[in-house]
């Protein structure tokens, strides 16, 4: 018989996520020394904190309204903020910088690269690929795809990710401020448009600041009346002047239009494990032309990797509180993602948050009690079928036999291999007449027996 702790760990495990109506008007800047000269205040009258007062001041925002944003020096050891790094970083792949505590912490996160970013060397191939740090328009658009994918997936936070800062005439050639003039187009004007073929649309929580075009001229190098000197390429003054008043309004205008952007209000996603399945429910407030959810599996929180379990359809438009479920049934031990995809009638989509969970290996053989029983068109259950569940620690042969109450064997129920995990087999008692049964477990290193009654 199972202890009462593997009854609580299997059967009444329970996570929940609630989604409240949810503002974004916090945050934090993740920068270099570009950054720091653009935070101000610089040498100039004004700085983003300076703007950040205005901008509340002249539209009314107090209290849990008012937006506000806090700025740190990240990454760090070593330092280096190029695309790449940020690919490694969202990604998980950087032993040094974690973005996860930020992603609870802060409700905005604005991230940027430095000048060293506008060394572009060339047009660039897929074998760009093979080396991550080459400088190429290529491998930029890469890393900026994965990154924004990344955050796509995390529709509680709203980014925002600068393009790149320009460089002094004297600290590029042509061709290099041609390929960053390009890339960075391509930024605001393709990937950020949802007109990149391979991205396709872009996520509503994700924003671009065109940095690059605020300070270069036509010939995309950083124009001298906003650098340090013609051989510094850090911003001076009027460049904090000029830019950290957009900073603030542009990116707090995207991040609070995104406040009401999502037709569905989600109040809770959650999920508890019963034995080998995964039990998912979800509660909307209100539907505005929902067509319904696509219920996304991963192994993997980037979901780089997904298996579609289902479409549920949604409710259209609505204001009445909604329920929704969905039984992953029979899944082997180990971690998995889910997510929804509510997808709006004019084919436009959202994502929810991502659930863990994890399906534990049993630690021992175990053999439960049939259910129902007593079973049959004669007991209370009124059930031909009786379900027998079996726990297996690792893979093993496995034979589940019924015998009657000669001990003559009736029925094989199951011959085989199976994995480690939570198995139940169905017996159907159609062809059987009333009596007392015996059903049997064998396996190499276990076996075990228990008597069930059949009533018809």
């Known amino acids: 018989m199972r202890t009462f702790l593997m009854s609580v760990l299997f059967l009444f495990i329970f996570y929940s996520i609630t989604l409240p109506q949810t503002l974004f008007r916090s945050g934090i800047f ?29 539209n009314g925002l107090t209290g849990d309204e008012a937006i506000s944003m806090d700025e740190e020096e990240f990454p760090l050891d070593p330092w280096i903020n190029e695309w790449y790094r940020w690919h490694n970083i969202f990604n998980g792949n950087d032993p040094t910088a974690d973005i996860e505590p930020y992603y609870n912490s802060d409700r905005i996160i604005v991230i940027k690269s430095c000048f ?41 936070n709203f980014f925002a990710v600068w ?44 924003y671009v600041f065109d940095f690059f075009h605020k300070l270069a001229g036509p010939d995309g190098k950083l124009q001298l009346q906003y650098a340090q000197d013609e051989w510094d390429s850090h911003p001076n003054s009027a460049a904090t002047e000029l830019v950290a008043p957009q900073f603030v309004e542009e990116i707090f205008d995207a991040a609070i239009a995104y406040e009401s952007v999502t037709p569905v209000e989600l109040i809770s ?7 080998n399945s995964v039990e998912l429910r979800w509660q909307t407030a209100t539907e505005t032309n929902n067509k319904g959810f696509e219920l996304q599996r991963s192994n993997n929180k980037y979901f780089d990797n997904l298996s579609v379990l289902a479409f549920i359809d949604g409710k259209g438009t609505t204001s009445e509180t909604q329920n929704y479920s969905f039984a992953d049934k029979n ?4 971690k998995y993602f889910y997510r929804l995809k509510q997808i709006d009638n004019d084919g436009s989509f959202h994502y929810s948050k991502i659930l863990e969970a994890e399906i534990l290996t049993p630690e021992i053989f175990e053999l439960m009690q049939n259910y ?35 001990g003559e064997k009736v029925s094989d129920l199951f011959n085989g291999k199976l994995q480690a995990g939570f198995h139940s087999v169905n017996f159907n008692s159609e062809k059987f007449p009333s009596g007392v049964y015996f059903y049997e477990l064998i396996t190499p290193k276990f076996s075990k027996t228990k008597k069930m009654l059949l009533i018809q």
């Open 269 to 275: 996603f959650d999920y508890s494990l019963n034995n």
């Open 163 to 206: 393009t790149n800062a320009p460089l002094v005439p004297n600290s590029t050639n042509d061709s290099q401020a041609q390929l960053s003039d390009k890339f960075c187009k391509w930024a605001k004007d393709t990937l950020a448009l949802g007109l990149d073929p391979i991205l396709g649309e872009f996520p509503p929580n994700v």
């Open 372 to 406: 129902p029983n007593p079973f049959g068109k004669g007991s209370l259950s009124k059930n031909n079928s009786t379900s027998i569940s079996f726990d297996l620690p690792f893979e093993s042969n496995v034979s589940l036999i019924v015998y009657n109450a000669l």
């Open 30 to 58: 993740l920068h270099h020394s570009t950054g720091a000269c653009i935070w101000g205040p610089n040498g100039s009258d004004t700085s983003i904190p300076d703007e950040i007062n205005n901008y509340n001041s002249t």
């Open 331 to 334: 899944i082997s031990a180990g």
């Open 116 to 156: 060293p970013s506008s060394e572009l060397q060339s047009w660039g191939s897929p074998s760009d690929t093979l080396d991550p740090e080459y400088k190429s328009v290529y491998n930029y658009k890469w890393h900026w795809r994965s990154f924004i994918s990344v955050m796509k997936n995390h529709p509680d």
